[in-house]
């Protein structure tokens, strides 16, 4: 068949996207380029990958069949070229790490130095959204993922591994006016702006169901953004209420610096741990990062 790379690479970040421009943006192609492309791999392939959803886009079934082998292809190439260019260069290709805020902030910085005292490497941090870090792993950019286990129809030839569970937290800065003011009330909250986990991330699911049972008016001012940085900044600025994973202000807590509301968020409790490819080979790299990483996740659980 006459499928090259440039096909399966534009009908990826199609798919990743949901959206014809914004592929080919990140492309760095035309739009009719990036359209022609699809119609060539569809001709080759005899039926369609792609269908209209009102004014947007979405995989047929084909297209989801097809996503996952084209994503294993892309992946098994890109690891041979690296391997290649390793041997080349007489040098061990970088270990490329993708890891949601919450782990890149609680714990990656302890794995990091704990792993680089054991191993002469090159390491590679990507840190964003648990659905873009996971199509990255399936199509081969990324050797590992540390973050919370995905829904089940996102973990289709992927593998999970448990390492610890946390859950959401209410958090505000010190000396906010729910945690000095009158006696707290969930209601209260939708009286200042709060920053929301965005529609695909990880946690916003537990979340919408959390504000559900609480009842929680909508709030006046909502933001929605996976930024940590953003996060604490405004959260200092302002009388803000930040709903997020509770590694990514475990520092801030402990310190005192930031409060969590008394909200019961046991019911956003979830697993964080690794997540491979099923069907891929292990870089030279990946065994003794992940035994690193197990041992600092075990020093975590004990205090808990």
């Known amino acids: 068949?006459?499928?090259?790379?440039?096909?399966?690479?534009?009908?990826?970040?199609?798919?990743?996207?949901?959206s014809v421009g914004k592929a080919a943006a990140a492309l760095n192609l035309?739009?009719?380029?990036?359209?022609?492309?699809?119609?060539e791999l569809e001709d080759e392939l005899g039926m369609p990958l792609l269908a209209r959803d009102g004014r947007g886009i979405r995989l047929t079934s084909a297209g989801e069949a097809f996503r996952r082998h084209a994503a294993a292809s892309l992946a098994a190439l890109r690891q041979g070229v690296d391997t290649l260019r390793?041997?080349?260069?007489?040098?061990?290709?970088?270990?490329?790490?993708?890891?949601?805020?919450?782990?890149?902030?609680?714990?990656?910085?302890?794995?990091?130095?704990?792993?680089?005292?054991?191993?002469?490497?090159?390491?590679k941090i990507v840190t964003g959204e648990n659905t873009v870090l996971l199509d990255q792993l399936a199509q081969g950019e990324l050797d590992v993922v540390v973050g919370r286990l995905a829904a089940p129809e996102r973990m289709v030839g992927l593998t999970f591994e448990h390492l610890y569970s946390e859950q959401v937290r209410f958090v505000v800065r010190r000396g906010h006016p729910l945690v000095e003011g009158k006696p707290f009330s969930p209601a209260d909250i939708a009286n200042h702006p709060v920053i929301m986990p965005t529609t695909g991330s990880v946690i916003r699911p537990f979340v919408d169901r959390l504000l559900i049972a609480l009842a929680m008016p909508e709030p006046r001012q909502r933001i929605e953004s996976v930024s940590d940085s953003f996060g604490r900044a405004f959260l200092r600025e302002t009388n803000a209420v930040w709903i997020i994973s509770e590694g990514v202000v475990a520092g801030e807590l402990a310190a005192g610096s930031f409060v969590a509301l008394p909200v019961d968020t046991s019911e956003t409790r979830g697993a964080v741990g690794i997540t491979l490819r099923a069907d891929q080979g292990q870089p030279p790299l990946l065994e003794p990062f992940m035994r690193t990483l197990r041992q600092v996740s075990t020093d975590l659980r004990r205090p808990q």
Not at 1 to 18: C, D, G, P, S, Y
Not at 30 to 39: C, E, G, L
Not at 86 to 94: D, K, Q
């Open 1 to 18: 068949m006459r499928i090259k790379t440039r096909h399966l690479t534009v009908f990826l970040e199609i798919a990743r996207r949901m």
């Open 30 to 39: 035309s739009q009719p380029a990036a359209t022609r492309t699809m119609r």
């Open 86 to 123: 390793g041997l080349e260069a007489s040098s061990v290709p970088p270990l490329r790490i993708g890891a949601l805020p919450t782990v890149s902030a609680r714990i990656m910085p302890r794995v990091i130095s704990a792993f680089l005292t054991e191993a002469q490497a090159r390491v």
